[in-house]
């Protein structure tokens, strides 16, 4: 039977509510690899966030603009140009425009920006992503005998494809990336996994029109080619589509080896962003079409056609799990059908803000791997001038270029300032209400004093825009995607346990804001421009300015600068 190498991963088996199977990795190197990598903590049975007797099979990541990422590589050379050159200061300005940046190139990627209705702001392209271009990462064993791949994690597309049999691939060579590791990534062969099997243009999954494969002669015994484009600017994987197994061990890879069947795409030839580190292992698509990893283990009897993402904040570890049905306790919304079924998307209804409710009704983009959420340049105003609108304290735009990239930051200083300042939380189709736990981000000097804070909102221009619900107003949180129910469920959840109701009968503007400890600054970075206030402010210069250049404040990003009542943020 195929075997994991050691110390590579393992597989606990405990009953809870039944059998549930959690799958844990545990390589040192690839505890540092950028984006979600795997954590070395072990995870401990738990009665889990959902509901009934299931298999689930857990995977935990970290993200990779995260303290908990920094800490990993502290003292290790070999990661020393991951965080000095690709990774800005965490919550200086060139660190918000670099996830702003990475953001906007990635929903070009998925064609969010290709019309005019849906345009945002231009990027420079030329500054994307210097190292890998995803934020979130799994490892996971392909194939026999088995083989480890680094893929990114993608909500939006559905595709599981590696690097195989290449044509025109990303360079496989760790030094391409300035990274001195001794190992390369892995590359697939059908030829070389006893349990690949091709897939013939004459079976029902090659019809699927996501995977581009109209070219297929479904009367000739032919393997079902795929071409999914991911950027109007020739971004895209093709190939030929598989099935093989993904591999599962017991503790210690003693006792029997758990396979799932699934399909994957045999990526021969890629093209634009994935030549340049976009995804150089390979990307791994949990969207609902057929094909996908979730529906096939699904359709196999082997798991609920459900899977989950758990985001704590401090550590910025979360889990993946595949299996696992929510608990009927849990806030949910109707997942929106579109064709094709790439995005998870939800309907918006209103935004309330202190208890004042903003008519929004709209389909919003909810995408785990987008780092900043963004809203129409009209909403964020609104959401912004009702957030501040009982504080005495004037708002001002964080600037990026011409536009502004956080259009409300305030002078908040103290903890009363900051309670000053109301809370957010959307409400869904269905009634559903999710209280944001994390709708700020700060700043503080050189001496670890809070300066000022910004709503972590970033404006899209176009007011027809779609919002796109980013992951920094996930922490906190365990969302389930459930293809069954058809919805999109989600409860409070540090990871390290199950996922809680949230208390959405008590009112947004009742619920005591604080500020978390100050987490180190690097003593290596220099100092930042500071933010650029509109010269139309009214804000007086002595009690309302933001810092001027010449100041010598050094940022600081307070991942989690307020946590409600009643939950404090964990150890995403």
Not at 44 to 69: M, N, P, T
Not at 282 to 311: D, H
Not at 364 to 387: C, I
Not at 477 to 502: H, R, V
Request: hydrophobic share 35%; glycine share 8%; with cysteine.
């Amino acid at each position: 039977m195929p075997i994991l190498p050691r110390g590579l991963g393992i597989l606990r088996q405990q009953r809870f509510h039944g059998l549930a199977v959690e799958f844990l990795i545990l390589a040192s190197w690839a505890v540092l690899i950028g984006g979600a990598a795997m954590t070395t903590m072990e995870t401990l049975a738990r009665d889990g966030g959902g509901s009934g007797s299931q298999k689930a099979f857990e995977l935990e990541i970290v993200y990779k603009y995260s303290e908990r990422f920094r800490e990993l590589t502290t003292g290790k050379p070999e990661w020393e140009h991951v965080v000095q050159t690709e990774w800005p200061m965490t919550g200086s300005g060139e660190y918000y425009e670099h996830l702003a940046m990475e953001d906007r190139h990635r929903h070009r990627a998925r064609n969010l920006l290709a019309g005019d209705v849906y345009s945002l702001a231009p990027v420079n392209e030329t500054y994307y992503v210097r190292f890998m271009g995803s934020i979130q990462y799994t490892l996971m064993s392909l194939g026999t005998p088995p083989k480890l791949f680094l893929v990114a994690l993608d909500t939006g597309s559905d595709l599981l494809w590696v690097p195989c049999d290449c044509r025109q691939c990303s360079d496989a060579n760790w030094a391409s990336y300035g990274v001195n590791l001794g190992i390369d990534f892995a590359l697939y062969s059908p030829s070389t996994s006893t349990t690949s099997k091709p897939v013939l243009c004459n079976e029902a999954i090659c019809s699927a029109s996501t995977l581009g494969s109209s070219a297929c002669n479904a009367s000739a015994p032919q393997s079902c080619a795929y071409r999914v484009d991911y950027i109007s600017a020739n971004t895209s994987s093709s190939g030929t589509i598989v099935q093989d197994v993904i591999h599962f061990n017991q503790e210690n890879g003693s006792g029997s080896n758990m396979t799932a069947e699934i399909y994957l795409g045999c990526g021969s030839y890629q093209t634009g962003a994935f030549l340049q580190g976009g995804a150089p292992n390979g990307l791994f698509g949990l969207g609902p079409e057929v094909y996908s990893v979730p529906s096939t283990m699904a359709r196999n009897k082997l798991i609920s056609n459900v899977f989950s993402m758990c985001f704590s904040s401090q550590n910025q570890v979360g889990r993946l799990k595949f299996g696992e049905k929510p608990d009927a306790s849990l806030s949910r919304t109707p997942l929106v059908r579109m064709t094709p079924s790439v995005f998870y998307v939800v309907e918006i209804e209103e935004i309330d803000v202190g208890g004042v409710r903003l008519n929004v009704s709209r389909k919003a983009v909810f995408d785990t791997g987008t780092s900043l959420t963004m809203l129409p340049l009209v909403v964020a105003q609104k959401v912004g001038d009702a957030m501040g609108s009982n504080a005495k304290l004037t708002s001002f735009p964080y600037n990026q270029g011409q536009d502004p990239m956080f259009t409300h930051c305030w002078n908040a200083t103290t903890k009363a300032e900051i309670q000053a300042l109301s809370s957010i939380s959307f409400v869904f189709n269905g009634g559903g209400t999710w209280p944001i736990k994390s709708p700020f981000i700060g700043f503080v000097d050189n001496n670890g004093n809070l300066v000022f804070v910004c709503l972590g909102i970033v404006a899209i221009q176009g007011s027809n825009a779609p919002p796109i619900i980013g992951f920094n107003f996930m922490s906190g949180y365990e969302f389930f995607f459930d293809m069954e129910a058809s919805t999109l469920s989600w409860g409070a959840s540090n990871c390290s346990g199950s996922a809680a109701a949230s208390n959405s009968s008590q009112s947004p503007s009742k619920i005591p804001l604080d500020i978390p400890p100050i987490l180190p600054s690097p003593s290596s970075s220099s100092p930042e421009a500071p933010p650029h206030k509109s010269s139309n402010s009214s804000t007086s210069a002595s009690e309302n300015k933001a810092p001027t250049s010449s100041s010598t404040y050094r940022y600081q990003f307070l991942y989690s600068l307020i946590p409600t009542a009643f939950f404090l943020l964990g150890a995403h």
